[in-house]
Structure formats: C-alpha cells, structure tokens
C-alpha cells in the first residue's frame, strides 16, 4: 500500500525557506515519479515539482521555477522540496503524490498522495 507522509511545513516570512520531507512506503522510490502539488484555498491543484524515475529529469512550474529544487534520497525512500525566495502566493498545502507522468501545472494527473502540510509565508 503507497503510504506518503510529508512534513516541514510552517511560517515563514517572505524571503524566508522552508524544506518539505516526504516519507515514501509501500513502493519502490526508485521506479516512481514522485512530486509536490499544492493546492490554495478556493484554488485547483497546482502541480509544483516532479522527479522522474528513470534519469532524475526534474519539472518546475514557471511559477517556482528557480526558487524551489527537488530532490531524491532512494536509500531513504525520501523526497525533498527545497523552497527558497518564498512569496505570499506560495501559501499552500502541499502534497507530496505520485505520478503517472511527470508534469507541471494545473493539468496535471496524480495517482497517490498524503495528507498535506501547510505553507504559509506572511509578515
């Protein structure tokens, strides 16, 4: 059974970073896309990051893209989000999930996710 549990969410000042975990169980790290969306209240799903399985190829959507890296520790089944230059408008939950294709943006499909954890970036 895919078990995914994220963690490292909180407060932060605009500016500020923040780093997600994601526990990943019941599959092979290796041989899955994995990413982050986030979804803001009265928003859709916003596909954030996507590693793949095969060369590490990383996706970003435009609106992350050069402030948040994502990462894989397949020894220790997790996956990373490391979010810096945070803005107001990357106040979130965040969701660590599956794919079935690596993907970015609204568009995009999920297969698995966990339960969240909030971001919220406010002075």
């Known amino acids: 059974q895919v078990q995914l549990v994220e963690s490292g969410g909180g407060l932060v000042q605009p500016g500020g970073s923040l780093r997600l975990s994601c526990a990943a169980s019941?599959?092979?790290?290796?041989?899955?896309?994995i990413g982050w969306f986030r979804q803001a209240p009265g928003k859709g799903r916003e596909g954030v990051s996507c590693?793949?399985?095969?060369?590490?190829?990383?996706y970003y959507a435009d609106s992350v893209k050069g402030r948040f890296t994502i990462s894989r520790d397949n020894a220790k089944e997790t996956v990373y989000l490391q979010m810096n230059s945070l803005k107001p408008e990357d106040t979130a939950v965040y969701y660590c999930?599956?794919?079935?294709?690596?993907?970015?943006?609204?568009?995009?499909?999920?297969?698995?996710w966990g339960q969240g954890t909030q971001v919220t970036v406010s002075s």
């Open positions: 999930a599956t794919l079935p294709l690596c993907c970015s943006g609204y568009k995009c499909r999920f297969d698995s």
């Open positions: 019941g599959f092979t790290l290796d041989y899955a896309r």
């Open positions: 590693i793949s399985s095969r060369d590490g190829s990383t």
